[in-house]
């Protein structure tokens, strides 16, 4: 299976700032996808990742507070803008090879807002 | 009719005791069912999946089982580890997910396996 690193592991944020996310992929990926999972909770997909257009978006998150670029097959970034304390989370990555291919994920970031 | 219901919420379980994680689903379209498996501090690791053709799938010692008819599936873990301690997630998706891939997952259950 593709070998998923994301940038950074862990962050302490003050409220009001934004953070970007790296996703970097060993192999060329059809499907890349951004999930967040709060604390002890189960994993909600916030959107996915279209390379070379804009990402789609699932009902409750918009472009403006969680925007994401996938310039290639291989590289995806979200970032969280203007952070609050309720979007401490872990956001974590994942990709599948094809349509029909199973979905691994990365080993997140773990985001604290201050 | 998008959920996957998932329960218990936490299960412990003696060493080489079968902890059995129960999902269940709404949406007739899923066709595609795994499990996660996630330790503390890692993302989730896929552990078995199965397709609504088949009633039950064994990989070592996690096995999956599938209720068509009921739209329910389950895990079992047979001859469970004290490294079997994990939060468990079931997931499914369809083609009305939008993407074959978008998975809907279960709430979670934290097994602990005592030693």
């Known amino acids: 299976s593709a070998v998923i690193s994301q940038k950074p592991s862990r962050d302490i944020c003050q409220r009001g700032t934004s953070l970007t996310i790296q996703c970097q992929v060993d192999s060329q990926v059809t499907m890349m996808f951004w999930y967040r999972q709060q604390p002890g909770q189960s994993l909600t997909l916030i959107a996915t990742a279209n390379q070379g257009s804009e990402a789609t978006y699932e009902s409750g998150f918009v472009i403006d507070k969680f925007p994401i670029s996938r310039p290639n097959l291989t590289f995806s970034t979200l970032t969280v803008s203007n952070m609050s304390p309720e979007d401490s989370s872990i956001y974590l990555c994942?990709?599948?090879?094809?349509?029909?291919?199973?979905?691994?994920f990365g080993n997140g970031t773990r985001l604290t807002v201050t | 009719q998008q959920q996957v219901k998932q329960s218990p919420q936490s299960l412990i379980v003696q060493k080489g005791g079968i902890p059995i994680i129960n999902c269940a689903y709404e949406n007739t379209a899923f066709d595609y069912f795994p499990w996660y498996q996630q330790f503390p501090g890692k993302g989730p690791a896929l552990l078995i999946a199965?397709?609504?053709?088949?009633s039950e799938k064994k990989e070592g010692r996690f096995t999956i089982s599938f209720n068509k008819s009921a739209k329910q599936f389950s895990l079992h873990i047979m001859d469970s580890q004290p490294g079997d301690s994990a939060t468990y997630f079931c997931a499914a998706s369809g083609a009305l997910s939008g993407s074959a891939r978008q998975l809907t997952f279960g709430s979670g259950t934290q097994l602990t396996v005592l030693p």
């Open positions: 199965i397709r609504p053709d088949v």
């Open positions: 994942s990709v599948a090879t094809g349509s029909r291919s199973p979905l691994h």
